[in-house]
């Protein structure tokens, strides 16, 4: 989470395992496509740069943030990979339309970790306007995909270290 405290984008070098051999699915929801294609962008960005091939990378659309939670099952259930991040972007409305999405997101990212043996990775912002969304997706506070990302290749790492 991104706070006056601690940028998205921060991350000890160190303490990340090579994404080398790391096959990676993204989902990204088009809908505010200027924060979420951001967001994939960091997050392939950083997978590469830790050593994952770009071919083992692969980019998935589906139209909203509630798609993703289908859309990834989808990549798990029909490409292999070792996780999948799910990218989107739900910024709060005049309506409560906002709780509902988030809400179910949330929990149905969550399901699909419990139900498969690979990671899901919530790499969904939550904002309460554009500008918040802006400054967590290349802005001032680093970039959600970046965090998405590191957490994808710690998650992928762990679960290969307990199946040795």
């Known amino acids: 989470m991104a706070t006056s405290l601690k940028n998205l984008s ?12 790391m096959k990676v699915g993204i989902v990204v929801a088009e809908w505010n496509s200027e924060i979420t294609f951001a967001m994939c962008e960091g997050a392939k960005n950083l997978l590469i740069k830790n050593g994952a091939n770009e071919s083992d990378i692969t980019i ?8 993703l939670l289908s859309g990834s099952k989808m990549v798990a259930d029909n490409c292999d990979v070792d996780a999948v991040i799910a990218i989107g972007t739900v910024i709060q409305g005049e ?4 709780d509902f999405i988030c809400e179910a997101v949330a929990v149905g990212l969550g399901n699909l970790n419990i139900q498969y ?7 969904v912002l939550t904002t309460d306007n554009l500008q918040q969304a ?15 990302a ?3 290749i710690k998650m992928i790492a762990l679960n290969k270290s307990l199946k040795k």
Not at 60 to 67: D, K, L, Q
């Open 60 to 67: 998935h659309t589906v139209p909203g943030s509630f798609e």
């Open 10 to 21: 921060d991350y000890d070098v160190n303490a990340l395992p090579s994404a080398k051999g």
């Open 134 to 148: 802006k400054d967590r997706s290349g802005g001032k506070h680093g970039n959600k995909g970046d965090e998405a």
């Open 150 to 152: 590191f957490t994808a």
């Open 95 to 98: 309506t409560r339309h906002f």
């Open 117 to 123: 043996n690979i990671p899901f990775i919530f790499g």
